[in-house]
């Protein structure tokens, strides 16, 4: 299992890179709703299509081998810009930018969900709410003071929630020992859509107070 | 709510259609691989930015006002390439390729999930898992004879897993009118290391036959 990279980048430079790495997947997100929605004819998609290849190959000139993964300075910043929920780097987050209150143990995200996001027509697919639940319930459950897991994730679909602005609410329903229990929904202005209940743990091996946590421990709520 | 569109193209033209929508939306995976992985310098990352956007702009030139919904023609032949998990054309999408066996009410697929879907360092986002899931179950519940919507989703988290080649596997446990309980698992070869249990329901305005299913109803399950 690969763990969180100590990397010294100064945070000054990580915030500089973070900008161009988000403007890039800005515009591959923006691709990626085209490619959905284009009717061009098809001598112009495989051109496209040429046109990509031809990105990626100056892209991987230089590159990790692998995912991202969760990245750390001595400064206290860290970055997981691969994240699939909030990944500034990764053009399927959307990304999701989610407000935490720790000292309230609540959350808060707004975003709007595209074409890429469709499951039922013109409905966000469930299993995205699913997904974005996921996340924010994780960071919830940590409160960036500890780290936790995910052991049981329950959702209630009470209605389709169309495709366009969402809203996401998270908060800690109670806590003991090493269990952390979380609430959530996802709907928008038309009320909640999808509830949800999960059951956080914080392994046997991982220390319960902020104070004890190894380095890089901060981002470990993230997926 | 949108519904199911109904679209003259003929089958033989949605074929091919589908080959060159999948061979760019392929292309667009590769860049969202190649985007979060890249270490080329900031001035290289900004190019192919621009590059980006002037594909953009050749794909918009025509292009639906919205998502791609689920489309069917009058041969029977229905597609939904915009879907989050299964879709041709939506690069977010793996995409997931399922077997059904409707006699049996059984489904599987396997899949290799790469960077993209990163959450714990290395490791597949928990939420993703949870969107593959959703997918396999929806459809499975459906088995394309019925219409079906995600009632409650539970998922038990046994075990980190790793991004890599995973399996999917998924069974119907129970039918009792208009409940389908489904069972359904992802992991690896090293066994399971998500287990979901979903109750689907047949809306109660929806036939339970499918005889007496519309048109267009078939991919219904699809999120």
């Known amino acids: ?6 990397d010294e980048t100064p945070t000054a430079a990580v915030d500089q890179r973070e900008q161009v790495v988000s403007a890039l997947a800005g515009s591959v997100r923006d691709l ?4 959905i929605r284009s009717t061009v004819a098809d001598e112009e998609l495989l051109a496209v299509r040429a046109g990509v290849d031809a ?4 892209l991987r000139t230089e590159q990790r081998p692998g995912p991202a993964g969760v990245r750390y300075n001595s400064e206290g910043r860290s970055w997981s810009w691969g994240n699939a929920v909030v990944g500034h780097g990764n053009a399927i987050a959307p990304p999701l930018a989610i407000d935490h209150d720790t000292e309230r143990g609540r959350s808060r995200a707004e975003v709007v969900l595209g074409a890429a996001y469709e499951g039922p027509p013109g409905m966000v697919h469930g299993g995205v709410s699913a997904l974005l639940l996921d996340q924010i319930m994780g960071e919830t459950a940590s409160g960036f003071k500890r780290l936790t897991m995910t052991g049981t994730l329950t959702l209630r679909y009470r209605r389709p929630l169309p495709l366009g602005p969402v809203a996401l609410e998270c908060w ?3 806590e003991a020992g090493r269990k952390v229990t979380v609430e959530a929904s996802i709907g928008n202005a038309d009320g909640v859509a ?8 914080v392994p046997r091996w991982a220390p319960l107070a902020a104070d004890e946590q190894p380095e890089g421990w901060r981002r470990s709520a993230e997926g």
């Open 1 to 6: 299992m690969e763990m969180f990279v100590h």
């Open 32 to 35: 990626v709703d085209a490619t």
């Open 55 to 58: 990105l990626v190959a100056r």
């Open 172 to 174: 800690i329903a109670s």
């Open 194 to 201: 999808v509830e949800a209940t999960g059951l956080f743990l």
